[in-house]
């Protein structure tokens, strides 16, 4: 069976620098033989948390939008893609509400001690992350690192991998960075082939 792997787009830019980058991921997933469903957050019709906590003793969210399908696609995936530009020292605001809409994950699993995820289901999933940013401070990446790492847990799909590039400011095109472009690429595969389910 094809590992399946979800895609998050950060940007809003679909011909940016970070969709550059994404679509290499998902080509390179997709050659390893996973299906990969694409999904450019910033499009996506849903609303931020309101902290109704409806899901600290339920299994759903009580906000029904276009982000509720990927409740249960979250369940099934094997692996993700997550590709975006830093904004404000961070994730950009509509991926991190879409990152906070998975409370519904974080009290399965820690308030309930019940997570949606498997202990072996866990083993075999991972995450790729891919950031760039427009300034060149070696500081760039921490806030937005350690909010995708913090959702990998919560989601029970853990952090793997990354490829980074600062100073777009003066690269501009990430074409002009082959080794970045190649390896988006090659991580992408390199995910597919790790998550693939061998039956
Ligand atoms: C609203 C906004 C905020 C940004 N904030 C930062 C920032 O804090 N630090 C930084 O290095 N770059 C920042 N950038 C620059 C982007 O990370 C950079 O331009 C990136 O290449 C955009 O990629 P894209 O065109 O593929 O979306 C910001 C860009 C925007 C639009």
Redesign the pocket.
Known sequence: MPGKIIALLG???RG????YLFNKAVKGAEDGGCEVEKVTVPFLNFQPCMEILHCMAHEDCQMQDELTPYYQKFREMDGLIIAT?????GIPGKLKSFMDRFQVFYMAKYMRNNSFITPEHRARRKTLFIC????D?PD?FDGALQTTQAFCEIIDCPYWDGVFQ?D??HVRDIRTRPEVVEAAYEKGKELCRQVRRED
């Open positions: 940007s809003p830019v940016g620098n970070t969709a530009p830093i904004m404000t020292m760039i940013s427009g300034m401070l760039n600062r777009m400011d």
